[in-house]
């Protein structure tokens, strides 16, 4: 764990309780004189260091020691436009996705997508929160919603399109915004609606899962 978000991070003391304190003192095992690292959430830049001065029953009192601005950003930008698949596949990859540098995500209900799944957006914020303090990642990764993909390309109407063709993803492309469908992928009128976008497939002859082309795409690009 690189640092822990908390809201009181930047006082003079914070007093550990509840489950923050059985993460930090009971399972990570932080001592009297240990330094643990803080971000608060309402200003991510800054990295605070607090001491823990002492522990007593279920609390621990927490003083700071430093505080300094430590921005830990991706090199690149990467826009994902994701047809929405279901929510628990989403939630597996997403540590993976913050961790490499995707800087915002939209959802699209798209044709094929089941519109009985709805992204959790409150449960996809704490995933990602946890997967920042894991990686040390302090810019937070955006999180958007679109009504159909129409009303996606008409916000972004140079987004490159990974489906079947016959044009393989160079290995320099360079790229910022990138539309990926969801199971089954793209319908006949959705494709008609990208037949003037530049579509590009990964070289290999396995059909992937959407949120694998994700994974796939991104690290392509990224890394």
Known sequence: MIFTFDAEASKPTIKLKGELFKYLIKVRRHEAGDTIMFR??????MLYGYKVDSIEGRDALLRLESAQEVVVAPK?????????????SVE?????????????????????SQKSFKPDFSRL???????????GRSTKMELGMYKNLKEFLQAFPDVKVFDFTDKILDTDADFTTVLIGCEGGFSKAEKELLSSKEVFR??????????????????????
């Open 40 to 45: 608060n959430p309402a200003n991510p830049s």
């Open 76 to 88: 690149k930008s990467l826009h994902i436009g994701w047809c929405v698949i279901d929510p628990k």
């Open 92 to 112: 597996k990859v997403l540590p993976s996705l913050n961790e490499i540098g995707v800087e915002k995500i939209s959802f699209i209900y798209c044709e094929r």
């Open 125 to 135: 914020e704490r995933i990602l929160e946890s997967s920042m303090g894991q990686c």
């Open 202 to 223: 990964l070289d290999t002859p396995m059909v992937l899962r959407s949120e694998s082309a994700v994974m796939a795409v991104a690290s392509k690009i990224l890394l």
